[in-house]
Every structure is written in C-alpha cells, then in structure tokens.
C-alpha cells in the first residue's frame, strides 16, 4: 500500500531506501502528522522541532519516489512510500479512522434505533382480570 507523505522541508530520500515513519494521529479528526523519518539505509533522522502529546504511530516502508520542490512560497517535500503492511504500523493509521468512523457509525445506529424502536412507547394496559 502506497503512502503519500508531504512535508514542508527538505527531506533528499533516495528511491529504494527503507524509512521508519513516526506519526502523530489527532483522535478527534483521525489526522495524522508526521514527526520523524528515519533512513534506515543510511542512518539520517529527520525529526520536527516540536514534540506532540497524544496517539503516536510508527510504520516501516519502502520510498519509491521522492520529489523535493523549492522556490516560490515554500520548500517542501513529497514521498511516496510502499509500507509494510506486515510490519503492523502501516494500515494502523487507516484502521485507527475506519475505527473512528464505525464508532460514530454505532452511535448514529444507537440513536435511530432508539428513536424507531419504540423506546418512548407507553406500555400497553394489563386487562382486567375476572374470577
């Protein structure tokens, strides 16, 4: 499965490489950010500035393509990464939003449920009884 990752600096990763990607996933909206790249070909870490809190992920793959694009507003980089499906890491973070997702999916289902299902209904009069 093919990652796209844009970032805004210089990051040079020559096809082929393997990288070791740590993602910063935001629990309210299922964004994630990256934090660090890791060349695990030659050893460079490119790491942000600031540190987040919260649900971090970390996924391995492979880059096939790297384009950095300078001039203009802004220097940035996009990636293009196979992940490692079976490392773990790479389908956590669209698992993490299709979780996200089917949650408030139930929760939607819950509240028609609730609604149609007759939960509001008075409950019908016992009949009298004779002896």
């Known amino acids: 499965m093919d990652r796209r990752l844009v970032l805004h600096s210089q990051l040079a990763v020559p096809s082929g490489h393997r990288v070791d990607v740590t993602e910063h996933v935001d629990e309210t ?41 300078f001039g203009g507003p802004g220097v940035h980089t996009t990636l293009r990464v196979d992940a490692d499906v079976e490392a773990g890491g790479a389908g956590a973070t669209g698992a993490r939003t299709a ?15 609730d609604r149609w299902g007759g939960g509001d ?9 004779f002896w």
């Open 29 to 69: 909206t299922g964004e994630s950010s990256v934090l660090s790249i890791v060349d695990l070909d030659t050893g460079i870490r490119y790491r942000r500035v600031e540190e987040l809190r919260g649900e971090i992920m970390r996924w391995t793959g492979r880059v096939v393509d790297c384009t950095v694009t």
């Open 99 to 113: 979780l996200h997702g089917a949650d408030a999916a139930v929760d939607a289902a819950k509240a028609e449920a």
């Open 121 to 129: 209904r008075l409950p019908e009069p016992e009949p009298e009884r």
